[in-house]
């Protein structure tokens, strides 16, 4: 009696494989920068993206929930994908070396919108595990944004402003603002350790007139 053969001995390489591969190769993300989020190994990531491991169309959705993505970031890719082979049909994947200074996840390019995000996140007083859990996204997902590690579109924007409870022009008023709440809190704080006990006494005081 013939051995049955390990489904792994199988590779079917399709668009949704070389997809997910591109979107990873995209943003700097080693075998195992990517699996993390996904609860896998690197080597359980590489079978899917050599195609030892049948993927299905749920199963690609998780992936994109769990790296922070989305769908129409997926359409995109496969089209890359598919624009790359009807152009170069012999089309070789070459492997670059790079350094943590050339990946994305080791870039830091803190916009405004990373900034206001993070503001709008804190007036909620949402950890970033609670603000995962609202968005969909992991944990780790939301670290990566506002440490300005990964690119925001602006469906992604508008989905994670209402997923914290706040209207999309709540967020474009605090874009055309000069000063953000962040940093105006930062100059109150340092102005007011520099004040002398009776003026602090005064403050509070005025405070909580106003309070009242």
Not at 40 to 69: C, F, M, P, Q, Y
Not at 191 to 205: A, V, Y
Request: glycine fraction near 6%; include cysteine; aromatic fraction near 6%.
């Amino acid at each position: 009696m013939s051995k049955k053969k390990k489904r792994s001995s199988y590779k079917i390489v399709g668009e949704a494989q070389l997809a997910l591969r591109e979107l990873r190769l995209e943003r700097g993300w080693s075998l195992a920068q990517a699996a993390g989020p996904l609860g896998i190994k690197s080597k359980a990531l590489g079978h899917i993206e050599n195609g030892r491991v049948s993927l299905t169309d749920l199963r690609v959705r998780e992936i994109l929930e769990k790296w922070g993505l989305t769908y129409f970031d997926f359409a995109r890719a496969k089209k890359t994908v598919k624009d790359g082979i009807r152009n170069k049909p012999s089309r070789v994947f070459v492997r670059t070396v790079l350094t943590n200074k050339d990946r994305r996840s080791y870039q830091k390019v803190i916009t405004k919108e990373v900034r206001v995000l993070k503001v709008l996140r804190q007036m909620k007083k949402l950890s970033q595990a609670k603000a995962s859990s609202l968005c969909g996204y992991s944990r780790p997902t939301i670290g990566h944004i506002e440490q300005g590690r990964i690119e925001l579109e602006r469906e992604r924007i508008e989905h994670i402003v209402r997923a914290y409870g706040f209207e999309v022009g709540e967020f474009d008023q605090m874009m055309g603002e000069e000063v953000l709440r962040d940093e105006l809190l930062t100059k109150c704080v340092q102005r007011i350790e520099s004040l002398s006990p009776e003026k602090l006494r005064l403050i509070n005081s005025l405070l909580e007139v106003k309070m009242i």
